[in-house]
Nanobody, 127 residues
């Protein structure tokens, strides 16, 4: 069974930075496409970023392009989300997700493409 555990959330002022981590308990981490989603109060869960299983391609929501960076450390079986220039509208619970194998590029933003989810970590950005 795959388990994903996020960490690194917290309270930060606008313009600040946070780095989220997601540790995966899987045998072959390199076979998973990893994604980050977020859900703000009263809103639907939305796609933030994804990193293909081969580590060669990254994809971002337009709202975070140029500010967020997704990366992975296969040796540590961990995926990261570096968040810079944070805005109050980035406030949400952030979820790590894993898809076993590849995901069609056009479907990376669809949460039903992912097989496993973490419990979420709260990010709050104050103005």
């Amino acid at each position: 069974q795959v388990q994903l555990v996020e960490s690194g959330g917290g309270l930060v002022q606008a313009g600040g930075s946070l780095r989220l981590s997601c540790a995966a308990s899987v045998r072959t981490f390199t076979s998973y496409t990893m994604g980050w989603f977020r859900q703000a109060p009263g809103k639907e869960r939305e796609f933030v970023a994804a990193l293909m299983w081969n580590g060669l391609s990254t994809y971002y929501a337009d709202s975070v392009k140029g500010r967020f960076t997704i990366s992975r450390d296969n040796a540590k079986k961990t995926v990261y989300l570096q968040m810079n220039s944070l805005k109050p509208e980035d406030t949400a619970v952030y979820y790590c997700a894993a898809a076993d194998g590849g995901v069609t590029i056009g479907r990376l933003g669809r949460d039903y493409e992912y097989d496993y989810w973490g419990q979420g970590t709260q990010v709050t950005v104050s103005s």
